[in-house]
């Protein structure tokens, strides 16, 4: 199969901070959701808030019948502490930014030759033609489920499961096009299979590194993630009446059971920021959170 996937996931529903561009330390967190009911609602002993980002420069993947490269990965969202319980809050903008990336042989790889009349004129429509051109994006299919941020340290262990689906986008294909859907998803359980290496630092509500400030941030980088349990719809939606999304499962494998597909991110890095010490800040950690990030942001 002949699709690169660049990023375009949601995790979760959309709150209410927008992208900023902040300084020092704080710069990749802009995307966290600061002032989000939930986040603003912590209160630094029970419930405690802190900022997520990650970056995965590329990887694998495989579905159905093909591999094929996966682009660039930025994401940033909020992480909500309970007593050792995590979960997520993803930005307006859904979490996840990247590349955009195109399907290498376009049309003609994913659907051609055919001796089907309508596909076969397509088929002639887009040689030399930028017309062959294919997109594929993942996007959300639901919220993430088992949020983990402990397991981002250790080996094995789910960090989170991400319910996706993917568009493929062409001229000849209708834009209800995707592999994948809000009621059939995509679901990566993504694991290190490396383990990361961790880093401790420490630097001002500015953004300022400073041994002794405020705010802390931990660093794991390096880590290799894997998820082979996925299982992949049909893609639906192509057309009208059903002849691509047809010509496309055929020649494209799909739908593909569980143990046939795999994912491999490569030298994934999570920062995890927050007060050094939110007890500090009790009981409105959250709404404090958010004042030194808007300050940051001027």
């Known amino acids: 199969m002949s699709l690169v996937l660049g990023a375009g996931v949601a995790l979760t529903a959309p709150a209410t901070a927008s992208a900023e561009t902040l300084p020092g330390e704080w710069a990749p967190f802009g995307d966290c959701p600061v002032d989000a009911p939930a986040m603003l609602a912590a209160d630094g002993s029970t419930v405690v808030a802190t900022c997520m980002s990650g970056a995965i420069p590329n990887g694998t993947i495989t579905l159905g019948t093909g591999t094929m490269p996966v682009g660039a990965v930025n994401f940033s969202f909020g992480v909500l502490n309970q007593s050792g319980v995590y979960s997520a809050v993803a930005p307006a903008n859904g979490g996840l930014t990247g590349d955009s990336v195109t399907v290498p042989g376009g049309m003609l790889g994913l659907m051609c030759p055919s001796d089907i009349p309508v596909i076969s004129d397509i088929c002639d429509a887009v040689v030399d033609s930028?017309?062959?051109?294919?997109?594929?994006?993942?996007?959300?299919?639901?919220?993430?489920?088992?949020?983990?941020?402990?397991?981002?340290?250790?080996?094995?262990?789910?960090?989170?499961?991400?319910?996706?689906?993917?568009?493929?986008?062409?001229?000849?294909?209708?834009?209800?096009?995707?592999?994948?859907?809000?009621?059939?998803?995509?679901?990566?359980?993504?694991?290190?299979?490396?383990?990361?290496?961790?880093?401790?630092?420490?630097?001002?509500?500015?953004?300022?590194p400073n041994a002794t400030g405020e705010m802390n941030m931990l660093t794991l980088s390096g880590g290799i993630l894997n998820d082979s349990t996925f299982a992949v719809p049909a893609a639906k939606g192509c057309d009208f009446v059903g002849l691509i999304d047809m010509v496309l499962n055929a020649r494209q494998g799909l739908p593909a059971s569980s143990g046939t597909n795999s994912l491999t991110l490569n030298n994934a890095t999570f920062k995890l920021a927050g007060f050094q010490n939110p007890r500090a800040h009790v009981p409105n950690q959250g709404r404090v959170l958010s004042e030194r990030w808007h300050a940051a942001a001027g």
Do not use: H, W
């Open 130 to 208: 930028n017309l062959n051109t294919v997109t594929a994006t993942m996007e959300a299919a639901g919220p993430p489920r088992d949020f983990d941020f402990s397991a981002a340290a250790t080996v094995g262990r789910p960090i989170m499961t991400m319910p996706v689906k993917i568009r493929l986008k062409n001229p000849f294909l209708r834009s209800s096009c995707y592999i994948g859907s809000n009621s059939n998803p995509i679901l990566l359980k993504v694991a290190n299979t490396v383990q990361p290496r961790p880093a401790f630092s420490r630097f001002n509500a500015d953004g300022t």
